[in-house]
């Protein structure tokens, strides 16, 4: 005699009991973006959500803005600037020159010298 049935009937009593968990889907908002390559990306945001304004093309690469008429890029506006170029607008050589000193100092402090 086959004990299937017992097994499958065990089995439907211990599914658990599940209330409706699913929740409504967020509202969501479509944003476009186009590249100066005439590249346009639609990314899907919720709709309470400030969308950026700049969005990396993902074929190019390239910024794109949501203005087809002006997708930024066109005129760059900050040339490629090497971590060095970053620091050197952020500290000036005297500062540099000071933070320099004071690692040394420390350092040479640690060595016991
Ligand atoms: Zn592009």
Redesign the pocket.
């Known amino acids: 005699m086959p004990s299937g049935n017992v097994i499958r009937g065990a089995r439907v009593g211990s599914a658990p009991v599940r209330p409706d968990e699913r929740h409504p889907p967020a509202p969501r908002q479509d944003v476009t973006y186009w590249?100066?390559?005439?590249?346009r990306?639609s990314i899907r945001i919720a709709a309470d959500a400030v969308a950026p304004p700049l969005w990396d093309?993902?074929?190019?690469?390239?910024p794109?803005g949501q203005d087809a008429q002006n997708p930024p890029g066109r005129a760059r506006a900050e040339p490629y600037k090497s971590h060095l170029a970053y620091v050197k607008e952020r500290r000036t050589a005297e500062e540099g020159e000071a933070l320099l000193a004071e690692a040394l100092d420390a350092l040479r402090r640690r060595r016991g010298e």
Do not use: K, M
């Open positions: 590249c100066r390559n005439d590249h990306t093309c993902p074929r190019c690469g390239l794109a």
